[in-house]
């Protein structure tokens, strides 16, 4: 099955800098990769996702870019800001019988004002 | 519209007895999911219901562990003889087809 792995587990940033956080996915039939974003104590809610069908994909301040030879993905936030503080999912998934997401340990970010 | 609701927010068991969690999915989704969440880790998938089809049942951890789907809205998980292993926060989801998946708030389980 799928395995998703990301990295690091803690990020502090200066509020303003930017921050990145990558995955990687063993399964090469995946091909849907979305982004959730849990504040403290609230339920997981999407921020951002990608398809196998393209590189890269924006909105705003959040992009993320999908290298699928290297079967990784990353997170790039810019011009953090105090709310951006939460932990942050990767996940990876294909579309065949199921759209079962495996995610990945989390991400704490901490944007410092 | 109203999201995916769940109840109840916080449950307190002890060990050896059997709860119900339930999911109410936004009204349409035809796809229903259960994740359990563990303090500081990431989400595990459990099962997955899909329309009118045999549910995925790959990532329930022990025959425990058990869901329904009703009439292909309400869902519920069902944890037999529940350990203290089984304390975790357990989140519900929906999706239309195979779109963006909703959460609910989650179920707080503690074990005692």
């Known amino acids: 099955g799928e395995n998703v792995e990301q990295h690091p587990s803690t990020l502090s940033v200066q509020e303003g800098d930017s921050a990145v956080i990558k995955c990687t996915y063993s399964?090469?039939?995946?091909?849907?990769f979305p982004w959730y974003k849990q504040e403290l104590g609230k339920r997981p809610q999407l921020i951002i996702d990608?398809?196998?069908?393209?590189g890269e994909k924006k909105d705003q301040r959040i992009a993320v870019t999908l290298n699928k030879t290297a079967k990784h993905f990353s997170l790039h936030i810019t011009e953090t800001q105090p709310e951006d503080s939460a932990v942050y999912f990767c996940a990876a998934s294909d579309s065949g019988s199921a759209r079962q997401l495996t995610f990945g340990s989390g991400t704490q970010l901490t944007v410092l004002p | 519209g109203a999201g995916v609701s769940q109840s109840p927010s916080n449950k307190v068991t002890e060990k050896g007895k059997d709860v119900e969690l339930r999911c109410d999915p936004i009204s349409g989704h035809t796809a229903l999911y259960w994740y359990r969440q563990s303090l500081g880790q990431g989400l595990e998938f459990l099962i997955y219901f899909q329309g009118n089809s045999a549910p995925d049942k790959s990532g329930l951890p022990s025959d425990r562990f058990s869901a329904e789907r009703t009439g292909g809205s309400v869902s519920t998980l069902t944890i037999q003889r529940t350990q203290q292993e089984d304390s975790a926060v357990y989140l519900c989801a929906s999706s239309l087809d195979f779109g963006e998946q909703y959460f609910g708030p989650g179920t707080r389980l503690t074990v005692t």
């Open positions: 990608i398809r196998s069908n393209v």
């Open positions: 399964d090469s039939a995946s091909n849907y």
